[in-house]
């Protein structure tokens, strides 16, 4: 390796891992590494994120515009690695060595973080579905019995990014648990693991209803989801009486870590509930302010716990949930509270940027005015239909995904 080589990747060890890495993912610390050691692919692709990671980080602090990268001269360096990375897969692509796919899927989630890091949504979505078509063929689907071992690290970074990016896509997740799996599954009520396997089959379900519903074709009435949202509000109900119950008793006992998923759990089960009742149309979400108060509370807690502050993560952490009570409390206090974390913690987790969904909240005040600064002049007044909030969604999420690179 060349001077630069070694420092990228010393810079990838001890910086860019542990951040990407600080919530719930073992895959950049572990996996990542011990693969550079075997394979030149996925050593070209990590330097060439750690060298774009600290272009992008140098930017940030000197406060430039994006555009600016594009002359960076260790941006250039990176995308140079990464064309290396691209070249040496490709001149294996009729091989048949069992590591293959394995090595291609590991690269291929290193592009992802790359795009999105440099804001360019369509690259990463497009290397995104390559990563799950190639799942998908081996069997890591609803039904199939997956016919290739993948590392189940690697598997779960995909599902995780599926999942994360299915709102900005407006496609169906095909790598989600099926509801049969963790339904039966006898520890469900009685272990973190087995409700961590619950949540993630309610998830699945509430992703998949709330989707349908915020992209339902205009004219087209959602009356036909009722019963389908009453079973789920019912399901979510009782699922967070399940997590409050069970870590009520072992929080205690648990460790700093282990205390960090189970306040992430509960925010996360909260956030469910809330989306269940914000995109169904009935009306108003005066209802549900309460909810909207509590579920921030729960944010406000667990950032208070745990001081850690990454630039990006690939974990889901507290975005997603932000969103809802940025976009539609009542409450507008609540409203600008959420707001303001947001401002505070400027960070990415996954396709999810807290500068572009504060950007989006501000503009959709009626006080807002195009390029103002003072954020305390822009306080918003007036509350949001629930017409309004789904709609406002709708925009955040199609300005996302129709970014071109």
Known sequence: MTSDDRRCYSYFQFHVAPEIASFTSVLWQKLVLQMTEAEPAVLHAVIGLSAISQSVSAACKAQKHAISLKYDPWRQFGLEQLGRSFALLSRRHSSHDPQLVQVTLMCCLIFIVCDLLQHQYNHAFNH??????????????????????????????????????????????????????????????????????????????????????????????????????????????????????????????????????????????????????????????????EHFRSHLSLIETFLHRFPERPGMTMDEAVLPSLVLVAFGSPDLDVRWRAIDVLLAWPHLEGPWDSRAI??????????????????????????????????????FFHEIGDVKS
Request: some cysteine.
């Open 128 to 289: 995104l579905q390559n990563g799950i078509q190639i799942l998908s063929e081996l069997g890591y689907g609803r039904v199939l019995i997956p016919q290739v071992s993948v590392e189940q690290e690697l598997v779960a970074a995909f599902q995780q990014l599926e999942t994360q990016s299915t709102p900005f896509r407006g496609q169906q997740p095909v790598l989600w648990l099926p509801k049969e799996k963790s339904a039966t599954h006898p520890s469900s009520k009685r272990s973190s693991p087995g409700l961590q396997l619950t949540f993630e089959s309610l998830r699945s379900s509430v992703l998949k209803f709330t989707t349908d519903l915020v992209f339902l074709p205009e004219g087209q009435s959602a009356t036909q989801y009722e019963a389908e949202y009453l079973t789920l509000l019912e399901r979510g109900n009782q699922f967070i009486k399940e997590v409050d119950s069970h870590y009520a008793r072992v929080y205690p006992h648990l460790s700093q870590e282990e205390r960090k998923h189970a306040d992430l759990m509960r925010i996360h089960t909260s956030g469910e509930g809330l989306v269940l009742k914000c995109c169904f149309p009935t009306g108003t979400l005066e209802p549900h302010a």
């Open 358 to 395: 504060a950007r989006k909240a501000i503009e959709n005040t009626p006080e807002y005015v195009p390029g103002c600064v003072e954020i305390e002049t822009v306080r918003v007044r007036k509350p949001i239909s629930q017409k309004r909030f789904t709609m406002i969604l709708q925009e």
